[in-house]
C-alpha cells in the first residue's frame, strides 16, 4: 500500500508503553483543536478535539492537552497497541478550516 | 469507513488530461471540503461548500481546478490539463452544519492521482 510520510518524525514505543505525540501550532487566534490519525492508503481519522476554553481533554485511551501560552498541543496514548501504529497530525482551526501540522509517525514495538 | 465516500479511489493519467473525482459526503452533512496531500505532508485546504455555495477557495486552487456540488450533497473536483506537479492524495471532509459538532470534519479514503 502506499506510504503515508516517508520523512516524517518518528517516535517509536515498545507495546504497553504510554506515547506522547507533540505539535505546535501557528495562530494564536486558533479556537479547536484536532488530533487525527492516518493510516498508509486511508483517510485521516479523527481521534479527539479541544476547544481552546480547556487544556484537558480525555477520550478513550487518549487524552489531548493544550497549552495556549506557548502554543503546543500534545495527545497522550495509554497502553500502545499495535494497532496504533500511523501518521498521527494535529490540526488547527479558527473557522471552518483545518490547519494540518507536519505529522509524526508513531512505531509500536512489540 | 467514516461514511464519507470517494471515487476513484487510484487514477493515473498522462499530463495534460483532465481528471474529475468525485465526493459523496455523510448524506446530512451540509459542508463539504476538498484538501490535498503531498508524500510526507499534512492535508492543505483547497476548498469549502456550505450547501451548493462554495464559500472559499484557496489560492492553491489555480485555475485549472474547478469543485462542484450542484445540489448541496455530492461534490466533484476537476483537474484540466494536468501537471506532474498535480499528484497528490485529494481527499474530501464533510462536517455538519446544524446539529452535533460542527466543526468535526469527517474524511473520505482520497483518490490518489498520479500524472505521468
Known amino acids: 500500500g502506499e506510504s503515508v510520510g516517508l520523512h516524517l518524525p518518528t517516535l517509536s514505543v515498545q507495546e504497553g508503553d504510554n506515547s506522547i505525540i507533540n505539535c505546535a501550532y501557528s495562530?494564536?487566534?486558533?479556537?479547536?483543536f484536532i488530533w487525527y490519525k492516518q493510516e498508509s492508503g486511508k483517510g485521516p481519522q479523527f481521534i479527539i478535539d479541544i476547544r481552546s476554553n480547556m487544556d484537558k481533554r480525555q477520550g478513550q485511551r487518549v487524552t489531548v492537552l493544550l497549552n495556549k501560552t506557548v502554543k503546543h498541543l500534545s495527545l497522550q496514548i495509554a497502553a500502545t497497541q499495535p494497532g496504533d501504529s500511523a501518521v498521527y497530525f494535529c490540526a488547527e482551526s479558527r473557522t471552518y478550516k483545518y490547519i494540518f501540522g507536519t505529522g509524526t509517525r508513531l512505531k509500536v514495538l512489540a | 469507513d467514516t461514511g464519507v465516500s470517494q471515487n476513484p479511489r487510484h487514477k493515473i493519467t498522462k499530463r495534460g488530461q483532465n481528471v474529475t473525482f468525485r465526493c459523496d459526503p455523510i448524506?446530512?452533512?451540509?459542508?463539504l471540503y476538498w484538501y490535498r496531500q503531498t508524500l510526507g505532508q499534512g492535508p492543505e485546504f483547497l476548498t469549502y461548500f456550505q450547501n451548493e455555495a462554495q464559500l472559499e477557495k484557496s489560492r492553491l486552487l489555480s485555475d485549472r481546478f474547478s469543485a462542484e456540488r450542484p445540489k448541496g450533497s455530492f461534490s466533484t473536483l476537476e483537474i484540466q490539463r494536468t501537471e506532474q506537479g498535480d499528484s497528490a492524495m485529494y481527499l474530501c471532509?464533510?462536517?455538519?452544519?446544524?446539529?452535533?459538532?460542527?466543526?468535526?470534519?469527517?474524511f473520505g479514503p482520497g483518490t490518489r492521482l498520479t500524472v505521468l
Open positions: 471532509a464533510s462536517s455538519a452544519g446544524t446539529s452535533g459538532n460542527v466543526n468535526e470534519q469527517f
Open positions: 495562530n494564536s487566534a486558533s479556537d479547536y
Open positions: 448524506s446530512e452533512h451540509n459542508r
